[in-house]
């Protein structure tokens, strides 16, 4: 057996743990201890660290196929993964003295990041103090590294982007992850104050973006010389589409046993039930089939050519049509789930909540990701560097 199938077959075996302890991650605004010990001890982490530090160095698909699973079971939980998954290949990208501190004693890091430039940066000798607070820190709780995007301003030149990599001790993190869904991530806002980062502990946001970072100089998988989109993007599709085949699944279990207060009778007989599950069990295999295609196209791309800023902007142009598509037919579901689906102890409602609020998430709304997809289609500017 591959090791790819072994991973996905642990994740198999850990979903129905994973999903008895949703309610109690939610409670917790975290993922439980013992979640992250499991997330770990399976060998997930390293899916995309490179073998000279021990790690897997697969490639998206398997990111997508383990995360899509634990998803499926806990959205919160898959969240988290998804994004600790990627966030080592982020390590990967990083100069080659960051790379080897940061897997000097394991080949995966619980590390945090956000890509959003809500900090400012000031060259010091021998690297730079970075002073600023972020939100949507996903995976804080248990982070040992968070990543800031920092604002760097010199006097005579242009500001730049610097995405900073930050050790948990420097970090200050702010208890506030209060929201309607996806409550287990642990995704509350970080914050530090002229915290210093040595130069190896940087890399220029635009090379992160474009694919030119450390990472393609320093390793020779071509895994090493995408750009970040490539990343981003599929840890949340591989939570879209787990959140949706998550509530399908939950909702044909329900629906085998449902029973109609009125008359008595299965609600399985009631065509309506009927063609309701159909279209939900269609759109689930539909978007999975969108995210692998989307999946192996972008890997036979960047394996070849490498990926332009047209490529770049369809991927997240895909990830909003994933998240559109997954989150509408979770809420048809639910339009017939019947109002017991939304108690607290059923799980429909947390794929429900946790699926909305997905549907806001800034770099994959569908407009604003349908614009910017217009934009570079007719030859203009993109007006995002989210690409």
Avoid at 110 to 131: F, H, L
Wanted: charged share 20%; net charge negative; proline share 4%.
């Amino acid at each position: 057996m591959d090791i790819t199938s072994e991973l996905i077959g642990r994740a198999e075996e850990l979903k129905p743990v994973f999903a008895a302890r949703a309610a109690a991650t939610e409670a917790n605004r975290a993922p439980l201890d013992e979640t992250i010990a499991d997330l770990c001890d399976a060998g997930f982490l390293q899916i995309l660290t490179p073998k000279r530090y021990g790690g897997h160095e697969l490639n998206i698909d398997s990111l997508v196929n383990v995360a899509r699973v634990v998803a499926s079971g806990c959205p919160s939980t898959g969240w988290v993964l998804a994004f600790y998954i990627g966030h080592n290949w982020f390590h990967a990208v990083f100069p080659e003295k960051s790379q080897d501190e940061v897997f000097a004693d394991r080949p995966y890091q619980r590390t945090a990041a956000q890509i959003a430039p809500t900090s400012k940066a000031v060259r010091v000798p021998g690297g730079y103090e970075v002073s600023g607070q972020q939100s949507w820190s996903s995976g804080a709780s248990h982070a040992d590294y968070v990543m800031f995007t920092s604002v760097y301003a010199e006097e005579g030149r242009d500001p730049e982007l610097l995405l900073c990599c930050i050790p948990r001790d420097d970090v200050e993190f702010v208890d506030n992850w209060f929201i309607a869904g996806m409550q287990g991530t642990g995704s509350c806002d970080v914050k530090v104050e002229q915290a210093f980062v040595p130069e190896h502990h940087i890399v220029p946001f635009q090379s992160f973006m474009d694919g030119t970072h450390f990472g393609a100089k320093i390793h020779s998988g071509a895994l090493y010389r995408m750009p970040a989109a490539a990343i981003v993007f599929f840890e949340a599709m591989s939570v879209l589409a787990g959140i949706l085949r998550g509530t399908v699944e939950h909702f044909q279990t329900m629906t085998e046993t449902r029973i109609s207060t009125y008359t008595g009778a299965g609600v399985a007989t009631k065509p309506a039930t009927q063609m309701r599950l159909a279209r939900g069990l269609a759109a689930a295999s539909a978007v999975d089939d969108m995210v692998d295609a989307v999946g192996a196209r972008v890997i036979r791309i960047n394996d070849t050519n490498g990926l332009t800023l047209t490529d770049r902007a369809g991927i997240r142009m895909r990830a909003a049509m994933v998240n559109q598509m997954s989150s509408d037919a979770v809420n048809d579901i639910m339009r017939g789930a019947g109002g017991n689906s939304f108690r607290d102890s059923s799980a429909l409602q947390r794929f429900f909540r946790d699926s909305n609020v997905l549907r806001t998430h800034a770099a994959m709304e569908f407009e604003s990701s349908s614009e910017m997809y217009g934009r570079v289609m007719l030859g203009l500017d993109p007006g995002t560097p989210v690409l």
